[in-house]
């Protein structure tokens, strides 16, 4: 694959090392992860004795009124990546759960040496109730769940086999560099939860959180809508992020032209992986219930759904048309 620009050919190149791959990504980490998200970058052995890790990064997630911890591995697809990462993963866990003071240790002392994230930390103690720094680390450390972000240059079948086994989230960045004939280089990625963002903060409306999103809103076409959707009770091959799925309880079906509307929802009931795909299945409690409809601005270019987006059921339920939910 290749890029073509105006100034030259950028051709795909394959990651000198893994350190070289890590330091492409360390040098991008605000586009990456956007405002609010802050990467620390510290290689540090949590637990003890024959039972420890190394995490390649740690990412704090302010973006949000609860905030959450990620641990962070950047891989290489040409690794094992059982071994690479289903080992060093599961390794990560436990560590984390065995080791929480360790952990919560080496954060404070990370955070602390960085003054902008420190300062980071500090504002949003004061804005969301948290005595202080140790305290909002209580409670990112000890009370929320594990997660983990694999940063990757190549996003395998092989992969998301290794990542569907664990019991806990995991969100993949497939991060892909291209040189051109001078060296120069650029990257192709997708931002950490790029379509969250844009769901919680649509232009010109009222912010919401990603908290209140607890919906799935999918395109369907009439067949599959009548097989799949009313007659088996499920929806499949739908790519939702893995740290949403906790909080997904309903799914909603926007039916394409010529109905353009939303007119059906049901509550969700299991999310499963699908296949070897890094997408996955949503089976329903119950069979779907006719709603609105909710139809389709005619005046709203580029409204309609084209793939999965979230939403939040109480402003579907009080939507008369779709910008009112998106």
């Known amino acids: 694959m290749r890029i073509v620009t105006t100034s030259g050919i950028f051709n795909w190149t394959a990651p000198d090392s893994e350190s070289s791959f890590e330091e ?47 641990v962070v591995e950047s891989e290489l697809a040409a690794h094992d990546l059982f071994k690479h990462i289903g080992v060093q993963l599961l390794e990560f866990s436990h560590s984390y759960r065995q080791a929480g003071r360790q952990v919560k240790s080496i954060l404070f ?20 109730g948290y005595r202080n720094l140790d305290n909002l680390l ?6 929320t ?22 019991s806990f989230p995991v969100e993949i960045i497939e991060f892909v560099m291209y040189e051109d004939s001078q060296g120069d280089r650029a990257f192709r ?15 010109g409306k009222e912010t919401a959180d990603i908290g209140e999103l607890d919906t799935i809103v999918v395109p369907a076409r009439e067949d599959g809508f009548k097989e799949t ?53 949503l089976e329903f ?5 006719e709603i609105g409809p909710i139809k389709l ?23 008369k048309v779709l910008s009112d939910v998106f």
């Open 189 to 203: 990625f997708r931002p950490f939860l790029q379509d969250v963002s844009e769901a919680i903060a649509p232009a």
């Open 145 to 166: 769940p594990f997660q983990a972000i694999v940063i990757i240059d190549e996003e395998t079948e092989e992969l998301h086999s290794v990542v569907k086994q664990f």
């Open 109 to 128: 002392e990370e955070i602390s040496e960085k003054p902008d994230i420190l300062e980071a930390c500090d504002k949003y103690s004061r804005e969301r």
């Open 229 to 281: 959707f009313i007659g088996e009770n499920r929806w499949y091959a739908i790519r939702i992020h893995s740290s949403m799925i906790p909080q997904i309880k309903h799914i909603a079906a926007y039916r394409v032209a010529p109905v353009s509307a939303i007119t059906h929802v049901a509550p969700v009931s299991k999310i499963s992986p699908w296949q070897d795909t890094g997408k996955y299945c």
């Open 297 to 319: 601005d005619k005046s709203e270019k580029g409204m309609a759904p084209q793939a999965p987006r979230y939403a939040s059921m109480k402003r579907l339920l009080s939507a």
């Open 285 to 289: 409690a119950e069979p779907a219930d």
């Open 24 to 70: 492409a990504v360390i040098a991008n980490v605000n586009l990456i992860f956007g405002e609010g998200r802050y990467y620390i970058d510290c290689k540090r052995r949590i637990g003890k004795g024959k039972r420890y890790s190394i995490p390649d990064a740690y990412l704090l997630d302010f973006n949000r009124y609860e905030p959450r911890l990620f």
């Open 138 to 143: 209580d409670y990112l450390v000890f009370e």
